[in-house]
């Protein structure tokens, strides 16, 4: 037994007459007694020497702690209260060793029962009546696909609008990314989600501008970061929120039909450089 519980209130109600020697010799003894689960050795040399009583002060609290709290027998020192707790233990181990059994053999049964009904399972014949009067024989499989199953049509992407978002990129940013499905396939994506042409470039524009100076964040003018997913989603929000503050203030003293004619992306970028 390699646990038990300790009432540190019964405990103390039992022992406060001990001293810190008697103490550490009671524990010792009781953790030997749990771990055997038998009763101690009854003899007194042995037990010093198994609980390293070494001096003469260790050796009398060790015969103090069996004097107080064990009664000696036939099979050795034995303790009323762990003996109890071991009677309970090997209850519960037993009774959990049975509930196991039993689940195990019902689990097996039911797995043999289930094999002897495939075993005895009777064969489909060839002659078997058809259930209906209006039932009609199946036709071979042929390998070809079955012309009369509907269709299900994938969403389509224009090729030609992912090739103008990787060329716009390209014109914008300075990059050379190529017409390859690493890059297509994001494009492709935010296409299918709704996001529009225009859209898109707009993010481009605005990424553009605020990371084309930034030596650490040009990296990121790639079509894993722009067009990733979570990544379209925020940027295409920030440029919802530039674009309608921008297009409400022109900043003072700049020349206000400059400001008009400008893009959202250039607005942007007109107010971070006066900032």
Request: charged share 30%.
């Amino acid at each position: 037994m390699h646990y038990y519980q300790f009432n540190i209130g019964n405990y103390r109600r039992r022992t406060g007459h001990l001293t810190m020697l008697e103490h550490g010799a009671y524990r010792a003894l009781l953790d030997t007694y749990y771990l055997e689960e038998k009763p101690l050795c009854a003899d007194d040399a042995q037990l010093m020497r198994s609980h390293c009583a070494r001096t003469t002060d260790e050796q009398q609290a060790l015969k103090n702690v069996l004097r107080d709290f064990f009664e000696l027998r036939e099979d050795g020192y034995f303790h009323k209260d762990v003996e109890e707790k071991l009677v309970n233990y090997r209850k519960k181990s037993e009774k959990a060793s049975l509930s196991a059994k039993s689940r195990w053999e019902k689990d097996a049964n039911a797995m043999r029962t289930h094999s002897d009904g495939n075993a005895n399972h009777k064969p489909i014949t060839n002659n078997q009546e058809p259930i209906t009067t209006n039932h009609k024989e199946s036709k071979p499989l042929s390998g070809k696909p079955d012309e009369s199953a509907p269709k299900t049509s994938k969403p389509k992407t224009n090729g030609a609008e992912t090739s103008e978002v990787i060329s716009y990129l390209n014109e914008k940013a300075g990059t050379n990314f190529h017409l390859v499905e690493a890059n297509t396939k994001l494009v492709a994506a935010r296409l299918r989600e709704g996001a529009t042409l225009a859209e898109i470039k707009r993010v481009i524009d605005f990424k553009v501008s605020e990371w084309s100076a930034d030596s650490k964040m040009r990296d990121y003018l790639r079509p894993a970061t722009l067009f990733n997913a979570e990544k379209f989603a925020q940027y295409a929000g920030q440029v919802a929120v530039v674009a309608v503050s921008v297009a409400l203030v022109c900043p003072t003293g700049y020349p206000f039909s400059q400001w008009k004619a400008s893009s959202p992306a250039e607005r942007a970028e007109i107010i971070r450089r006066q900032a």
